[in-house]
């Protein structure tokens, strides 16, 4: 395994352990946002679920910045 196979196996692991822990606290946090604002609850919700591939998108465009691939 290569030096940058490797931190990108490490960056990948820890974005999914971090959503993960995520998951647990998620319903808590859309039950608390929607005793506000049913449509805040479901904001809440939808921006956690689509975080987690825009994180993995945004990494690859920054990686594909820095060795200089064009989009």
Known sequence: MTNETCRTALAAAAIFLLFLVGWIFI???VLAVADISPWLGVVVAAVFVLAFPAIFWLRS???RKMRGDAD
Do not use: D
Request: glycine content about 16%.
């Open 61 to 63: 465009r920054h990686n």
């Open 27 to 29: 319903p808590g946090l």
